[in-house]
């Protein structure tokens, strides 16, 4: 298979790979959309299975490697567009779409879902269908939201993670939301930082933790706390789905 750097770093993590593979095995059939075909792996799984693939790349150059790495198969037809923009000829029996980010913050996963969702048959399924998010209390030093990469940025836990938002692909979802989470501090010390951890929902029976390609936590900074072991606290977090990590805003409170 031919690929890009950044593509060869997705097909390297080996747990978002298997992930997939497994939901896509298990889950394919008729017609299947692969929006955001990147190398074009998903579709390459899925056409065995199909009776036809319409794969989907908005990037002009990733396209070209999926045009070479899909060539062999006779039954999916490669298009260069935003998956905004296009009319499909035909509904879909199964969506894949990996356009995932912490949060699905940084991505286009959900306005790409809500305009396509449409063409899904009544009994049609999504890979993935759905996340869950958490959110954890922590002490961090970073000026903007970063995402873990190893130990960086440093932090200290501070609360236990509480998951405030679950989302099912095959529903609307709303694109600029506001969370007011009540936590519950387990260390005394400052809190200065939210740190997010998104799960993903490959299937209603295969759940996914953060990889290193795919969700993995973000720590984002706030203002500071000094808080006591046994304090209640309330997280204030919004953002817009698909608008990008300068939508966030984040601070804490006391409760009053
Ligand atoms: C995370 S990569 C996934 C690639 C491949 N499916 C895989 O899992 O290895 C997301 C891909 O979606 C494409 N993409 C992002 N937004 C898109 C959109 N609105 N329409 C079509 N493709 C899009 C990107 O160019 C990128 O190739």
Not at 235 to 243: F, K, T
Request: net charge positive.
């Amino acid at each position: 298979m031919k690929v890009t750097s950044y593509q060869q770093h997705l097909l390297s993590d080996i747990e978002r790979l298997t992930a997939f593979y497994e939901a896509i095995h298990k889950k394919s059939k008729g017609i299947i959309y692969d929006l955001g075909t990147g190398s074009g792996v998903f579709s390459s799984w899925a056409a065995p299975l199909a009776h036809f693939v319409y794969a989907v790349e908005k990037d002009p150059f990733t396209a070209k490697l999926a045009k070479k790495n899909l060539k062999p198969f006779k039954n999916v037809s490669l298009i260069v567009n935003n998956a905004q923009n296009i009319i499909f000829p035909e509904n879909a029996d199964l969506i894949i779409c990996e356009m995932m980010d912490t949060a699905l913050i940084d991505e286009e996963q959900v306005p790409v879902l809500n305009s396509v969702r449409k063409y899904l048959n009544k009994n049609g399924e999504i890979i993935p269908c759905g996340v869950f998010n958490g959110v954890e209390a922590v002490h961090v030093n970073t000026a903007h939201p970063s995402y873990q990469e190893g130990r960086t940025p440093q932090h200290e836990l501070m609360s236990r993670l509480i998951i405030y938002d679950q989302i099912d692909f095959k529903k609307y979802i709303k694109e600029n939301v506001a969370f007011r989470i009540p936590i519950s501090i387990n260390k005394q010390g400052t809190v200065s930082g939210i740190k997010i951890t998104t799960f993903t929902l490959l299937t209603p029976q295969l759940i996914c933790g953060p990889t290193p390609m795919m969700n993995p936590p973000l720590l984002i900074p706030t203002n500071k706390l000094k808080v006591r072991n046994g304090e209640n606290i309330i997280l204030n977090l919004e953002y817009s789905m698909g608008g990008g990590l300068d939508t966030i805003r984040a601070s804490i409170e006391r409760i009053s």
